[in-house]
């Protein structure tokens, strides 16, 4: 028996509570091996564990069949193991594991969630085969899916042997110049720096990422240990991307930002430029230095994480949703109100549809946004 403590067991199922910030041994049978899938192995999930579980939670691993599914207990009910930081969870089969084995771990996932309050699963990809696998078999044992949009992801492929000519080709007209602009600038004025694997370097350019996120506009972090972590852990692995622009008079660090490279393609975790030099635009000229070393290496694609802001669609072209899914069992009395609540907000939506259809057509200059 692993090192853990169980909360609940079925035929089929164990729900384990983890008693240390790290997976333990047994599921690394479940785990992508180094060099697989990063955010599906063991440097993304430690790291997790160790630095971005929220204040209250705990985590627990639901083991259903041939799938490892890491969750969180949190006031009394579970949800994934989905941080801030998490661009896509999935669940965890075993090598080899086929679509009937997928829905009779889904089956035991419902015998694990029977009589609990509604689940809820986030930051996942719609077109997962795991996760249509175990969703398939939670309506078997006749619990209710609602879907929801979590979040947006914007990516891109990148043409094989098309080279950075070909991508700036692909770009905004606007995009193509400021980069032109602002690479002969940074040519000039600035020294790149780039990281990839552990020591005194990457010590040094951990420590020039926080002071430029520390001048920068952003928020203080959820979770300030996270990204030194992930960053030490990638680099182990041979995944880290980390770029730093310094001024070249006096080397101060302008702009930062870590990649992780994983099965051919490029994800960025976070970026950040000192908000007094942003006239200069170092994050756009590292951006550009480190997309152009990416493509030079041979990624097939470049994908920018979480979220809709604005500047990603100019860099990459492609968009999809990441969704998330609340698991309800309809004869719990949290799973009778989560119900009841689902269907008033279809009811208001068709209504707010309704009106739209309905509503007249405004006057020419109205549509215009003219003056009448």
């Not at 309800?328 to 068709?350: I, S």
Request: proline share 9%.
């Amino acid at each position: 028996m692993p090192s853990a403590t169980a909360l609940s067991e079925r035929a089929e199922a164990r729900l384990v509570r983890l008693e240390e910030p790290r997976l333990p041994g047994w599921c690394d049978r479940h785990l992508a091996p180094p060099g697989g899938d990063f955010f599906a192995g063991r440097g993304w999930y430690d790291t997790v564990l160790a630095h971005a579980v929220p204040p209250g939670a705990a985590p627990v691993l639901a083991l259903c069949g041939a799938a490892l599914l890491p969750l969180m207990a949190e006031g009394g009910r579970l949800r994934t193991l989905a941080t801030p930081y998490t661009l896509r969870w999935d669940p965890l089969p075993e090598p080899g594991t086929g679509e009937d084995a997928l829905r009779e771990a889904g089956r035991a996932l419902a015998g694990l969630l029977r009589g609990r309050p509604p689940t809820r699963l986030e930051a996942l990809d719609d077109a997962s085969p795991a996760m249509a696998g175990i969703a398939d078999g939670l309506r078997a044992g006749g619990f209710a899916l609602d879907h929801y949009r979590h979040f947006g992801n914007w990516w891109g492929p990148l043409e094989p042997g098309g080279g950075w000519t070909a991508y700036l080709a692909g770009r905004p007209p606007a995009l193509r110049t400021t980069i032109g602009r602002k690479l002969a600038r940074s040519a000039r004025e600035s020294r790149f720096t780039l990281v990839t694997a552990p020591g005194a370097a990457l010590e040094a350019a951990i420590a020039d990422y926080h002071a430029v996120r520390d001048r920068s506009w952003k928020p203080p972090e959820p979770a300030p240990g996270f990204d030194a972590a992930l960053m030490r852990a990638a680099a182990t692995l041979g995944a880290l991307r980390l770029g730093v622009l310094h001024r070249a008079s006096d080397g101060r660090p302008l702009a930062a930002q870590y990649w992780i490279v994983t099965e051919g393609r490029a994800f960025l975790l976070k970026l950040s430029h000192d908000e007094a030099e942003r006239a200069a635009s170092p994050g756009t000229a590292l951006t550009a230095l480190m997309i152009r070393g990416l493509i030079e290496e041979g990624v097939d694609g470049l994908d920018f994480g979480r979220g809709d802001d604005p500047y990603k669609r100019l860099w990459v072209a492609e968009r999809r949703q990441r969704v998330g899914l609340v698991v309800t069992d309809p004869w719990h009395p949290a799973g009778v109100l989560e119900l009841a609540r689902q269907l008033a907000g279809r009811g208001r939506r068709r209504v707010m549809a309704w009106q739209g259809a309905w509503r007249p057509a405004p006057a020419a200059g109205e549509a215009r946004g003219e003056d009448a």
